[in-house]
């Protein structure tokens, strides 16, 4: 199970952490990503990190703006977001490819999802 939290309305240019805390011990063996979705349009890749070694992976859009790390010892994924532009306004989701997969990047390649939490900047 994943939740995601810390979402919000925020002024552009303001900064936001993502939470998502991730439940079940099958997690330990998977990478874990963010997505996002605007209204009208495809849940898009924003981020991803695996589970065991310490290497990330961004959609260009989110390269020196946006920050994933987690806490392994809490079982938590962050994604730290910085100068947030009106664009940005989405759901933001957090997902889990199957157990020892390096494909991430699609919707299609997530296996368990979290509800999302919904981020507004206003400009």
């Known amino acids: 199970q994943l939740v995601e939290t810390g979402g919000g309305l925020i002024q552009a240019g303001g900064s936001l952490r993502l939470s998502c805390a991730a439940s079940?011990?099958?997690?330990?063996?998977?990478?874990m990503a963010w997505f996002r979705q605007a209204p009208g349009s495809e849940r898009e890749f924003v981020a991803a990190m695996r589970w065991s070694v310490s290497s990330t992976d961004y959609a260009d859009f989110a390269k020196g703006r946006f920050s994933i790390s987690r806490d392994n010892a809490k079982n938590t994924l962050f994604l730290q977001m910085d100068d947030l532009k009106p664009e940005d306004t989405a759901v933001y989701f957090c997902g889990a490819p199957r157990p020892f997969s390096f494909a991430w990047r699609t919707a299609s390649d997530i296996d368990v999802w979290g509800n999302g939490t919904l981020v507004v900047v206003s400009s």
């Open positions: 079940g011990a099958t997690f330990n063996s998977r990478a």
